[in-house]
């Protein structure tokens, strides 16, 4: 089980990358993040499939297909550009304590499904998180506005970091459900499948936006930004290795371990490692109102997981 454990630590200490790299890339759109990620994940899962790619190519049937792509858009790309958005309106800690309410918001969204939990015993753990998320967000105006900045910038990034959240929560639960009705696939094939797919598809909006805005993107104006695209292929090339290929796997090994109620905790380790590697970059100690969210926001996840989790009573 500590193996377990430690695969999940190491799996949140690669995921928390992704809340960094927009801070260190900030000559660069969100789109671009997005779609430099996704390129190289792609490239990445290219050659990992390589093998076995005609068998499996031919198996995917058009619903295979339609999945893969929604999947890839909402759970990457769509996802990614909204969260690097929300790190450059608002900052690190508002959009990675936002989105740290994962476990949560996909136990509501499939509250329907076959096992949930009724949503009267998720009531304290909601209220808990929901303050977390109020503390968070009183913090992240109160700054902003003594810092001069604009309250419709605050405001676009704490909405950035909701859609994010949105997102990966419709993906989890749409990915969910699909493999468990189309058994035809592995988890380790159709999460390569995944990772291809988005690929292909960051190669095609890569593509239309390039020659929509190439003055934008490799003129004059953008390169007195300061672009530096060695840097923003390594980083990019770094997260898609670490986060998405070593992360995925790690997690693989993490899920394997541990029991769910754990595993969903471990989740966890991704928000915190954010707000790490956010607090170094900053230079300084979280304020009051963001110590009281991260508090509050562990206390009501962990509570959700394991209320979730614990099977109930049986009838005399």
Same mark, same amino acid.
């Given at each position: 089980?500590?193996?377990?454990?430690?695969?999940?630590?190491?799996?949140?200490?690669?995921?928390?990358?992704?809340?960094?790299?927009?801070?260190?890339?900030?000559?660069?759109?969100?789109?671009?993040?997005?779609?430099?990620?996704?390129?190289?994940?792609?490239?990445?899962?290219?050659?990992?499939?390589?093998?076995?790619?005609?068998?499996?190519?031919?198996?995917?049937?058009?619903?295979?297909?339609?999945?893969?792509?929604?999947?890839?858009?909402?759970?990457?790309?769509?996802?990614?550009?909204?969260?690097?958005?929300?790190?450059?309106?608002?900052?690190?800690?508002?959009?990675?304590?936002?989105?740290?309410?994962?476990?949560?918001?996909?136990?509501?969204?499939?509250?329907?499904?076959?096992?949930?939990?009724?949503?009267?015993?998720?009531?304290?753990?909601?209220?808990?998180?929901?303050?977390?998320?109020?503390?968070?967000?009183?913090?992240?105006?109160?700054?902003?506005?003594?810092?001069?900045?604009?309250?419709?910038?605050?405001?676009?990034?704490?909405?950035?970091?909701?859609?994010?959240?949105?997102?990966?929560?419709?993906?989890?639960?749409?990915?969910?459900?699909?493999?468990?009705?189309?058994?035809?696939?592995?988890?380790?094939?159709? %999460?390569?499948?995944?990772? #291809?797919?988005?690929? &292909?598809? @960051? *190669?095609?909006? +890569?593509?239309?936006?390039? /020659?929509? =805005?190439?003055?934008?993107?490799?003129?004059?104006?953008?390169?007195?930004?300061?672009?530096?695209?060695?840097?923003?292929?390594?980083?990019?090339?770094?997260?898609?290795?670490?986060?998405?290929?070593?992360?995925?796997?790690?997690?693989?090994?993490?899920?394997?371990?541990?029991?769910?109620?754990? %595993?969903?905790?471990?989740? #966890?380790?991704?928000? &915190?490692? @954010? *707000?790490?590697? +956010?607090?170094?970059?900053? /230079?300084? =100690?979280?304020?009051?109102?963001?110590?009281?969210?991260?508090?509050?926001?562990?206390?009501?996840?962990?509570?959700?997981?394991?209320?979730?989790?614990?099977?109930?009573?049986?009838?005399?």
């Amino acid at each position: 089980m500590w193996q377990g454990v430690t695969c999940g630590l190491l799996a949140g200490a690669l995921w928390g990358m992704v809340f960094i790299v927009p801070e260190l890339l900030t000559a660069f759109t969100p789109l671009e993040l997005a779609v430099g990620r996704y390129l190289a994940y792609g490239a990445m899962a290219l050659a990992l499939l390589l093998p076995k790619l005609g068998g499996l190519a031919t198996r995917l049937d058009r619903a295979d297909l339609q999945a893969l792509l929604r999947q890839a858009l909402s759970g990457n790309i769509v996802y990614y550009m909204l969260l690097a958005l929300g790190v450059r309106l608002a900052g690190v800690a508002p959009t990675s304590l936002i989105i740290g309410v994962l476990p949560i918001s996909v136990t509501l969204m499939g509250r329907k499904d076959h096992g949930a939990v009724p949503l009267r015993q998720l009531a304290l753990p909601l209220l808990i998180v929901g303050a977390g998320i109020a503390c968070v967000n009183v913090d992240t105006f109160l700054h902003a506005q003594a810092a001069g900045r604009p309250l419709w910038q605050t405001l676009a990034g704490v909405l950035a970091a909701a859609g994010a959240l949105a997102c990966w929560t419709w993906y989890a639960v749409d990915n969910a459900r699909y493999l468990k009705r189309n058994p035809h696939f592995s988890s380790g094939e159709w %999460s390569a499948l995944y990772g #291809l797919t988005s690929g &292909l598809l @960051a *190669l095609v909006i +890569g593509a239309l936006a390039l /020659a929509l =805005w190439h003055d934008d993107v490799t003129g004059a104006g953008a390169i007195a930004t300061g672009r530096d695209w060695g840097k923003f292929w390594l980083f990019n090339g770094l997260l898609a290795l670490g986060a998405s290929v070593i992360g995925n796997q790690l997690w693989n090994v993490a899920s394997r371990r541990v029991p769910v109620t754990l %595993s969903g905790q471990l989740i #966890l380790f991704e928000t &915190l490692f @954010a *707000l790490l590697y +956010g607090f170094v970059w900053r /230079a300084q =100690w979280p304020r009051p109102l963001e110590m009281a969210a991260i508090a509050l926001l562990v206390l009501g996840v962990t509570w959700s997981v394991r209320v979730h989790a614990t099977p109930p009573p049986h009838p005399a």
